[in-house]
Every structure is written in C-alpha cells, then in structure tokens.
C-alpha cells in the first residue's frame, strides 16, 4: 500500500464519472490495494474523507475516516474508518445545513456549501455486505462531499456565493456554524 499523489482541481480526471464496481472485483489483488492506497494517503494528507477518483481510479469507492483530534476539522465527531462501494444517497431534508468545507484536490482552500443536513446512504463495504444508514450533521456533510467525487463534482461547484470562497487562513469559518 502506498500513499498517492492527490489529483487537484483542474485535473480532467476529477470531473469524469466514476464506474460501479461490481462483486467480483472486490476480492482481487488490485482491489485491495486501492483500499489500502486511499486510506494510507487520505491519513497521510490529514483528510476526513477521499474518493478513488481523486488518486486517479475511476472506480465508485470511498474511504472516511476521523480520529477525534484532526487539525483541518476541529471541534467534529469521531467517525470510525469505513469504506463505502457504490454509495447512493437520498436526502431527507432540505438543503438547511452549512459548512465551510475543505478538499484535498483544493488543497488551502474553504467554501461555505449549504447541503441537506440529514440523510440516507446505501453502499456496500468491503466484505460486500450492504449497509443502509441514516446520517446527519458534520457526517452527512462528508459522505455527500465524497459521493460528489464519483460524479465529477467538486464542493467549489456548489458554493452557496463565490464571496464565502477562500484561502482557510483568510476566510472566517467559525462565522458560521453546522445548523
Ligand atoms: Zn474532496
């Protein structure tokens, strides 16, 4: 397992759609690695999250992952590492929640993205075991970040104004909060 190069906005490959990936493949030597690959760079990069796209595998895999401390995310819930196969999610509620999202492939950068703030998401993991879940808050925000990953579409596509854009050094985040 390796840590990769993180592919950055303005890279073709991050806004390709990512393919299914079917049963067959998930016990395969080349699967595997990929697995071990996104989690390594997305610990490496201090990520809370990463897509196979975005270290070039045009596939429909996840991986998050937070410990309770992670510097680019203070103050947010622990989420236990899983790894998310063709993920799909239903919105449960409106888009009534907001975030100032960061993204490896943006590296330095902050966006406020409003999003549905509450939930569903269905995938497979590892084992090919099927899991459906309802998710809100911080992780709702970072499952469905991710998932956008597999459809070409980057959080800065969906910013709620151009004007809560920046470097995260500049930008006030803590003006606002998580609804
Ligand atoms: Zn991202």
């Given at each position: 397992m390796a840590v990769k190069k993180v592919l950055r906005l303005g890279n073709p490959t991050l806004r390709k759609i990512s393919q299914p990936v079917d049963e067959s493949e998930i016990t395969t030597k080349d699967f595997k690695k990929l697995i071990g690959d996104l989690f390594d760079t997305m610990r490496f990069e201090k990520g809370v999250g990463l897509a196979a796209p975005q270290i070039?595998?045009?596939?429909?895999v996840v991986v998050v992952s937070k410990e309770e401390e992670n510097e680019r995310y203070p103050d947010t819930p622990k989420i236990i590492d899983q790894v998310l196969i063709n993920p799909v999610i239903t919105p449960l509620?409106?888009?009534?929640g907001g975030f100032w999202e960061g993204c490896l492939s943006v590296p330095g950068m902050r966006g406020f993205v409003e999003r549905p703030a509450k939930i569903k998401i269905e995938y497979y993991d590892e084992k090919w075991k099927f899991h459906s879940k309802v998710i809100d808050d911080f992780n709702a925000v970072v499952y469905q970040h991710e998932c956008d990953h597999l459809d070409g579409v980057l959080y800065v596509d969906r910013?709620?104004?151009?004007?809560?854009?920046?470097?995260t050094d500049e930008v006030d985040t803590k003006g606002k909060e998580l609804d």
């Open positions: 070039g595998v045009l596939k429909r509620s409106p888009p009534d910013l709620k104004s151009s004007k809560l854009f920046g470097y």
